[in-house]
């Protein structure tokens, strides 16, 4: 591990050296100090947040990224987190990184491959949508993270990532197969992973689809409205019953 370590130290300083001067490569790289403290699983890892958002390592944060999750693919989730988010947009080397992780690194938690997953599924939709849906089987808890990851989380400071409509028209229909329709709790709530934010998750994939002006997303409702299994059917039906008790007239999707 020691002999990893300063190898992947030399690299992220080379890479910062060339990209930003050694004053600032020297300030977050230089020691490396990140380098240990993420091999430990520690939750603070000073430096990371830089790599990731300065723009001096635009230019090869890919790199930077790649060997850093190479390295350390069960990173304590808060900056495994931080990691996957950098790269969003070096795709082809990250699929074939993350497919040997999720099929190949047996020492995996459930957390970090619950992460893998559902930063594959949102970059490649078509690969992994059957092992999502497999997941969410038996950890419906995963919704919270697509969600969360694709920008529609409630406290959520990431920005939105667009999803194209038969993503929404899954992750819809997983969600409200996962969640059936429950109304707001008694009490304090706690967190935004409760039953309830798996309905108001389903409600607003549903009205996303609703807003898109297309023949494909018209197509999408009716074909879901029309199936007695669906969510979709239900929370329609529930919807214009509520609507016509409150306001005397029959409300229509």
Known sequence: MLSATSAMARTIFSVASRVAGVSIAGKYCKSIRMISILSKGDEIVEGLRELMVLAPFKPSRAETTLALLDEFANASPFRLAELLDGVLGTLQDFLALADRVLTQD???GEAQRDLWLVVCYLLFPNRYEALLEL???SRPAIIFRVRDHSGYGTFNDRPRNALSLPQLEFLARLTGALFPEVGVPAGVMRGDTTAFDGTECF?????????VPSEAATAIRSRQQDSSRSPFAKFFA???TSCSIAHGYECRP
């Open 106 to 108: 047996k020492g995996l």
């Open 238 to 240: 529930q919807r214009a």
């Open 203 to 211: 409600r607003q994939l549903i009205s996303t689809i609703s807003t």
């Open 135 to 137: 997941t969410a089987a």
